[in-house]
């Protein structure tokens, strides 16, 4: 038995799209319960899908909070995984992380804004295992900082990291899983993907160019066996606010605002969704049997994204889109 990622909704044959290996090769995924019953939350809290040492995951930035613990978690269902650090001298906690849980991992050096590391990556992955099964895009990078704060370089790399990385990312596995017939595509957005907020006007703008872009690549890829889906947390518990560039001169004309928004962001945090947890629900979505778009990894999360989107699964544009390709 192969893995088996296609033939939801009336999608057509792999072969449609130049598939040489049909819909089976040697890696094994087997969905042992659903988790499409009730809400994305729900679904993605069931975690229920195991899947066997064969199958084949790349997850990025995985150094520390919900990446690290995606990274265990996806291991722990039987994934054989490739985590990614930017510094392999900050792999410390990812590695005492998988001894304590008893897996093993490959970790691998990358830095995700550099094309040619991520494309000896890439191609040393699939020489080394047959093939890349999942790619979960986690890195990112934080920032806060409205319009007139921002320099253009400080924008640049918002959009190097958050949005051409996992871009990049993807056009480099996408052909292997269409020749395969089957894969998933998982990128970690945000909230911020969704609704945009105040002094986050560069990170959410990425993230927006991420979601328009995986939406738009979504209907295509599946019809080549490749679910594509994204992922959207609210605030976690972890080293990712302290991370985030800030502007270099927080006082001035929006010195008022900006401490409300600080304060009202150490609220959030305050009660923030747990790494493990959010970690939890990224393994989870990737090895939902019957993927849908948009993930959030938590009730507050959906709850958070449903004042700007009625589609909170992402399937309702799928619906129609789809058509779009017969």
């Known amino acids: 038995m192969g893995l088996t990622l296609g033939g939801r909704r009336g999608v057509a044959p792999a072969e449609r799209c130049g598939a040489t290996g049909g819909v089976t090769r040697r890696h094994d995924l087997r969905a042992v319960s659903s988790l499409r019953a009730g809400s994305a939350t729900s679904r993605v809290a069931a975690a229920g899908s195991t899947l066997t040492p064969m199958t084949t995951t790349l997850i990025t930035g995985t150094s520390s909070g919900m990446g690290l613990h995606a990274a265990i978690a996806l291991a722990r269902r039987g994934h054989r995984v490739i985590a990614t650090l930017r510094r392999p001298d900050a792999a410390h906690e990812l590695r005492s992380a998988a001894a304590s849980a008893g897996v093993e991992l490959d970790l691998r050096a990358l830095d995700v804004t550099d094309e040619e590391a991520c494309s000896s990556v890439v191609a040393a992955v699939q020489e080394q295992y047959g093939g890349i099964d999942v790619l979960v895009n986690n890195a990112g990078l934080g920032m806060v900082g409205t319009a007139e704060q921002l320099s253009m370089e400080a924008v640049e790399e918002q959009i190097a990291v958050n949005y051409l990385?996992?871009?990049?990312?993807?056009?480099?596995?996408?052909?292997?899983?269409?020749?395969?017939?089957?894969?998933?595509?998982?990128?970690?957005?945000?909230?911020?993907?969704?609704?945009?907020?105040?002094?986050?006007?560069?990170?959410?703008?990425?993230?927006?160019?991420?979601?328009?872009?995986?939406?738009?690549?979504?209907?295509?890829?599946?019809?080549?066996?490749?679910?594509?889906?994204?992922?959207?947390?609210?605030?976690?518990?972890?080293?990712?606010?302290?991370?985030?560039?800030?502007?270099?001169?927080?006082?001035?004309?929006?010195?008022?605002?900006?401490?409300?928004?600080?304060?009202?962001?150490?609220?959030?945090?305050?009660?923030?969704?747990?790494?493990?947890?959010?970690?939890?629900?990224?393994?989870?979505?990737?090895?939902?049997?019957?993927?849908?778009?948009?993930?959030?990894?938590?009730?507050?999360?959906?709850?958070?994204?449903?004042?700007?989107?009625?589609?909170?699964?992402?399937?309702?544009?799928?619906?129609?889109?789809?058509?779009?390709?017969?």
């Open 165 to 326: 990385a996992p871009v990049r990312l993807t056009k480099l596995v996408l052909p292997g899983m269409r020749e395969a017939g089957h894969g998933r595509i998982l990128s970690v957005t945000s909230v911020g993907g969704a609704v945009g907020q105040p002094f986050a006007d560069a990170y959410c703008g990425a993230k927006f160019a991420l979601e328009g872009f995986m939406q738009s690549l979504a209907p295509v890829a599946e019809r080549c066996g490749v679910h594509v889906s994204v992922m959207e947390p609210a605030a976690v518990a972890s080293s990712f606010v302290e991370n985030a560039v800030r502007p270099e001169v927080e006082d001035g004309p929006y010195a008022e605002l900006l401490g409300a928004y600080y304060r009202r962001t150490e609220g959030a945090f305050a009660a923030a969704q747990s790494a493990e947890s959010a970690g939890e629900a990224i393994a989870a979505a990737a090895c939902d049997p019957s993927p849908v778009f948009r993930y959030q990894s938590s009730e507050g999360a959906t709850a958070f994204v449903s004042a700007s989107l009625a589609d909170t699964d992402g399937e309702r544009v799928l619906g129609f889109t789809r058509g779009w390709l017969d």
